[in-house]
């Protein structure tokens, strides 16, 4: 399985201490260059940075296709690491891209690229038994409590399908 992340659900998952559900759900996760400069170029969240150059599930790749990312991230306005996730796992026919900004969701979908976010990714942890319900729950509690931008109504869904209703 070919899953591509782009730098949010990375810290989403770090601010929540479940990053290792990314390993045990996918095994191998690709990033591309510019995500991994994100993830570790500033130096107030060195060990943030540790923490992603230490994951030896984590893997960091080059974009080759540079005119096709210019391109893109004119025509969209996405940052760098969302555009070359995005490139990365189009031309490599990636299974899944992992990314939470509404805007890189969009893009993806309109390129046919199956996307899941943070959010998705714990309750898919929860439903495969790597989580249990109170452990699901304080992971959405820490991630809420970081000021991740994500909406409200999103959280409210999964702490419901949670707790035996619908996601």
Avoid: W
Wanted: hydrophobic residues 45%; charged residues 25%.
């Amino acid at each position: 399985m070919i899953v591509i992340s782009d730098t949010t659900p990375l810290i989403t998952l770090m601010k929540a201490a479940k990053l290792n559900l990314l390993h045990e759900l996918f095994g191998e996760i690709i990033i591309p260059e510019a995500v991994h400069a994100e993830l570790t170029c500033n130096s107030e969240f060195q060990d943030e940075a540790d923490l992603i150059n230490k994951s030896d599930f984590i893997t960091v790749v080059s974009v080759p296709n540079r005119e096709t990312v210019s391109a893109l991230q004119r025509a969209t306005g996405l940052d760098l690491g969302e555009t070359e996730a995005i490139v990365y796992a189009d031309e490599n026919k990636a299974d899944l891209l992992l990314v939470d900004e509404a805007h890189g969701r969009q893009v993806a979908l309109n390129m046919g690229i199956a996307i899941m976010g943070s959010v998705g990714i714990l309750l898919t942890a929860y439903r495969e038994g790597l989580l249990s319900t109170a452990e699901a729950e304080d992971a959405f509690h820490k991630i809420i409590e970081s000021r991740r931008h994500i909406d409200k109504s999103i959280f409210e869904k999964a702490l419901a399908a949670i707790h035996g209703g619908k996601a």
